[in-house]
Structure formats: C-alpha cells, structure tokens
C-alpha cells in the first residue's frame, strides 16, 4: 500500500468546514488502487464531507491526489472521468427519464455539442441492467420510489466507468436483495480493477469490503483489513460498544447490543488512536 | 419520448400559425374577416388597401410582438426554474420583472432630461408630448430602454439571491424574490412621481399590454430571444447536471459557476427585453415551462425550446382575448394574464404537494 503505483487516492492533511464548524481535523489516508474500502462511523463522524473533498466537490485544505496527480491540478473532464461520486439526497431531477439521468454519467466522455455515442449508450444500457434499472428506462424520476430512484443514481454513477467510484449511503432505501446485488456489482468492479471508497450506515455490508476506515469526531481512528479483530474492536468502539461484530456463515455480522444499564457516553481520549 | 418532442414542438408551431390569422382578424370591434380582402385583392382594391394597411401597421405587429414576448418569458420561466432548481421560480417572483421595469423607468426619467439626442427620433403619437416615450417605436430608443431593462433585471436576481443566501431553500429565494419584487416596485413608483410626465404612459406599461408594440420591438424581442435560445440551448446541459445538484454537477466536471452566471444573464436579458416592450406580464414564464412538463418529461435542450413555443401560444391567445373579451374596451393582457396564471399557480399548488414542494430540502 505505500507504494505510489498502488495508491488510487492519497488525502494529506486534510481540514474542511461546513459553514463556520471545522468537521475534518487534519486527515491522511491512503485508498489503496483496484480495491474496495468501506468509511464507517457514527452520526456527524465527518464521513460524507470526507467523500465530498475526495470527489473534489467541497472547499478544503491540504492536498488530495487522484491516481498519482494533484487532483487541483487535473482539467475538470479529466478528473470527472476518472473519478464518479454519487451523493445522498440531491436529486430534484424528477422530469428527466431515467435514461437520461443515468446519461448524464456520460458527460465526461462528450464533447460539448456531440450527442450520446454508440459508445455512450451502451455503457448507459450496461449500467441500467446491472441496477435493474432497465425495464423503466422511459419512465420519469419523479415517478419511482426511492428505492428504484438510488438504483437509477447508482447506474448514472456506474455509467461513468470512472476507475475510482465514490459512493456516498449507496444502500439508502434499498431492500435486502438489491443491497445483495450491489455488493455483486462492487465485487464485479473490484474485480476489473475500479476502485470503490462508499460510506456506509449498514456495518454489516462495510464488512464485505477489503479494508475499512474508521471515523469519528472528524478524524480517522484507524484504517484496516476488514476481517482483522483488532479492526472491529474499533469499530465496536466508535459505535459505543452498542453492536457487537461476530462471525456467521463465513461473514462478519455485526448484532446490535440493547443497553441493559445506563452507561458513560466514551470520553474522546478512549478511542485508540490510527496506529 | 423524441417522437413527442417533435409532436410538441409542431403543435406550438401550427397553433401559432392558426393564432397569428385569428390576431389580425381580432380588433376593438370584435371578429372581422381581413384575411380574405388580403388573399383576394382582385375583388375591392379599397377594402384590400385598408385591410393591408390595418394588418400591416398594426395587428401583425402587435400579434408577433406578443408571440416573441411570451417566447422570451416561456424561456426565461424554464431557465430560472432549471437554474435554481425550483417550480416556483419565475421571471415575476424572482423580482428580475420588477427591476427592469424600474429600469425602464429610471431611463425614461432620465433621457426625459437629455432631451436633445433622442427627441428628433421620437415620431409616437400616443404620447407625443413626451421626449422619450415608452411605446416609441425608435430603435435607438428601444435598445436604450432594453438595456435599462436587462441591468435591472440582472441587479434584481442578483439582489435576491444575495437576500437568500443562495438556490438550495424554497421558501428563502421566493420570499426573498416577493421582498426584491416589492421593494422595486416601489421603487418604479416613486420615480414615476418624481417624473410625471411619464406617468400616465407607464401606467399602461405597468399593467403589462401588447397594445403598442410595433415592428421595431417585434424584431428587437425576435433577434434577443433568437440570441438567448441559442445561448440557452448551448448550457442545457449544465441545467441537466445541475438537476441532480451542485455537487454531482460539479463531479461531472461541468464548470458550474461559469455557466451559471451566464445563464443569469441570459434570464436576465430575456425577461429585460420582454419587459422593455410589453411591460409586467405575470405568469407566463411560469405557466410555459409547467406546461410542457405535464406533456412530455425531457431534457432542459428540449424544455427550453417547447416552453418558448408555449409562453409565445399561452401570451399570442392571452393577448387575442384581451381584445376581444370587453370589445370595444381593450383589457391590458397583464391583467389577464395575472388572473389566469395566478389562478394556475392555485391549482398547481393544490394538484400535489411533491411537484411544488418537491425541491425544497
């Protein structure tokens, strides 16, 4: 992992505000290159502004590169078809159909006035069908429900075909099965050497990936295999030791433990620090 | 969904088309048929000089005027609406309306002062008293008030959306627009006082009519909105990606500032020229744009073309009825337009919380 070449993204130094708040408090990270890392940590641990600087969608300051490149320094089209982000709750795109949402992913590979090449749609066509995306193609945003409107998100952020995929909450309204399906589609992109970084609530699924970044209060606590103890240790740490991370099936689960007595919130300086 | 794109973009053709022979056949007298002394002109040379003449200098005119106006309005309603990604936006409750119209107003004021280089080119005769008059058909002073209209229109967005601290809440930016529209208003009123010359001229202008609009505006709105459709058409894309927000947009590497200021200014410029011509006409701008939304769901390149066609239908039919309606009394199509649109705005809020409120976070 310390190796250049084997680096898709390297974040240094990294501060962020949101508003006059500073929410990221000097942050390194390394995103190792054709692997997929799962960001985890409680409500407000700084997780999403995180994924937002690495998208280079938010103000910040220290210095982010994206495949060995100052990502300041890279043209916008450039860095947009290496990199594709997908948000949590920005949509208003409820006119457009579905087909040209996930379109949109492919404006990074358009010159400006030409319209959608064979190319184009195919990877559009792809990017639907793997969501299950595809029978409603004609149909208008506006119209699904939240679960079908993330899939469609999901397929503009795959029609990108970007090598490093950033996923912010990707799972947000989406029953069992299509979360089944979207670690098939993560392992499928892993596997062609994409990168894939995703914020994830559900702990559970953030267990599947390769390795797993542990937040909270604005900083990384540790960032590590994610079928090492001493990674769910933390991980049960930083969610106040309320889930427990167990081995079932060949997989790690992560149960949740119901508060039998009342407990001290943990104090900050608890939290082990990034080793 | 492209083949009915194209039915759309044919019926807004073929309705203008039957709405411009119905214009120049409505007047203070009701229906009269001027087509037929025009297509036949072998039968009585006389009634055919007079139709020509009626339809020529006036009701071709006017009717094309209010085509191109309610275009430019249709435009600017898609454009707002795609650039602040809100339903409710429009030309009127942003305030960029009201500050052309007291950009008008402050030019009218002033070149009422420096009488000498604009008086000799003034031949208008509904007010002729005036050095320089709203409804002068100079083009000289035509593309003065225009460009008084665009500054203050642009002064007006800018001004709300300082007021609202940016595009992302709802309420904020149309409450912020209400505050701005208010305010200028006011404003214009206090300039006319200051200047009453112009007041009486500027009454009817306020009130929005079509009633004056010549050649050289008809062919002034025509070159702008021309100009902006292009414009537009040249960023639909930026409003595409800025419908799934700032931050995707920006993730898709389109240069999303950029582009923003310059579709401001093309609002701006649209509801500017609008205004300078046919003064407040509410509601048009956000009908059009609504309108083609309820029969086609596509892209902002399409949106922008189909709401044009409709704003110049929705204000060309607007604008018929207001001759018509209390003939031979003329309603001022601003009025009409105000009761119309504002009991479609009722409507829209009313037909379903998540089309209206849906923007807002």
């Not at chain 1, 690495?54 to 078809?81: C, E, F, I, K, Y």
């Not at chain 2, 649209?270 to 609504?290: D, E, N, Y």
Request: charged share 10%; hydrophobic share 50%; with cysteine.
């Amino acid at each position: 992992m310390s190796v250049a070449n084997h680096v898709a993204m390297q974040a240094t130094a990294i501060s962020a505000n949101l508003g006059f708040v500073e929410v990221l408090h000097s942050i390194n990270l390394s995103l190792a290159k054709g692997r997929w890392t799962s960001i985890v940590g409680p409500n407000g641990a700084g997780k999403s502004t995180l994924l937002k600087v690495l998208a280079g969608v938010l103000p910040h300051s220290g210095d982010v590169t994206l495949l060995d490149h100052a990502m300041h320094q890279l043209p916008n089209r450039v860095r947009a078809r290496q990199l594709a982000w997908l948000g949590q709750n920005e949509t208003s795109a409820d006119d457009l159909s579905v087909w040209d949402v996930a379109m949109l992913g492919r404006l990074p590979h358009q010159a400006w006035l030409a319209g959608p090449s064979a190319q184009d749609q195919a990877a559009v066509e792809q990017a639907l069908r793997s969501t299950q995306a595809w029978e409603w193609r004609d149909r208008a945003l506006g119209q699904l429900s939240g679960g079908e409107r993330q899939r469609v998100l999901l397929a503009r952020a795959l029609a990108v075909q970007a090598q490093v995929l950033l996923m912010d909450e990707p799972l947000a309204n989406l029953d069992p099965p299509h979360q089944a399906d979207w670690l098939d589609i993560v392992h499928a992109l892993v596997a062609q050497g994409t990168t894939v970084v995703s914020v994830l609530h559900e702990v559970n699924m953030a267990l599947h990936a390769d390795a797993v970044v542990v937040m909270a209060g604005g900083r990384v606590h540790h960032h590590g295999p994610a079928g090492e103890p001493h990674t769910h240790r933390l991980v049960e740490q930083v969610f106040e030791h309320r889930i427990a991370i167990r081995q079932l099936d060949n997989q790690w689960v992560a149960l949740p433990r119901r508060r039998m007595w009342p407990t001290k919130p943990i104090a900050p300086h608890n939290i082990e620090a990034n080793p | 969904m492209r083949q009915r794109v194209v039915w759309l973009v044919w019926s807004g053709v073929v309705s203008a088309v039957v709405l411009i022979g119905l214009g120049v056949c409505v007047g203070s007298t009701g229906f009269e048929d001027l087509l037929s002394p025009l297509l036949n002109p072998q039968m009585d040379p006389v009634q055919t000089a007079v139709a020509q003449q009626i339809v020529w200098d006036i009701r071709l005119p006017r009717t094309l005027g209010a085509w191109t106006a309610g275009a430019l309005l249709g435009l600017a309603g898609a454009v707002a609406q795609g650039l602040f990604r809100n339903p409710l936006a429009d030309p009127y409750l942003l305030g960029s309306a009201s500050g052309a119209s007291l950009g008008v107003a402050m030019a009218l004021a002033a070149m009422g002062g420096g009488a000498g280089m604009l008086g000799s080119s003034v031949s208008d005769s509904a007010s002729a008293n005036l050095v320089v008059s709203v409804f002068s058909s100079s083009l000289w002073v035509r593309v003065g008030l225009t460009g008084a209209a665009f500054c203050g229109a642009l002064l007006a967005v800018l001004l709300t959306l300082a007021l609202s601290r940016g595009v992302g809440h709802t309420l904020r930016l149309l409450l912020a627009g209400v505050v701005v529209g208010v305010v200028l208003g006011a404003m214009t009123h206090l300039v006319l006082l200051m200047s009453p010359d112009s007041l009486q001229a500027m009454q009817a202008f306020i009130l929005g009519s079509t009633a004056f609009v010549g050649w050289t505006s008809t062919l002034l709105m025509a070159g702008v909105w021309s100009l902006c459709v292009v414009a537009a058409w040249l960023l639909a894309r930026v409003l595409d990606g800025l419908s799934l927000g700032d931050a995707t947009a920006i993730s898709l590497g389109l240069p999303v500032a950029a582009m923003r200021g310059t579709l401001v200014a093309v609002l701006a410029l649209a509801t500017g020229t609008a205004v300078a011509q046919t003064g407040l006409i509410a509601f048009v701008g956000l009908a059009a744009p609504h309108l083609v939304r309820s029969l086609v769901n596509t892209t902002y390149g399409n949106l922008m073309l189909l709401a044009s066609l409709a704003g110049g239908t929705l204000l060309m039919a607007a604008d018929i009825l207001a001759r018509g309606l209390i003939a031979p009394q003329e309603l001022p199509v601003g009025v009409l337009t105000a009761v119309l649109g504002g009991g479609y705005l009722l409507w829209l809020m009313h037909r379903g919380p998540n089309r209206v409120a849906g923007a807002n976070p």
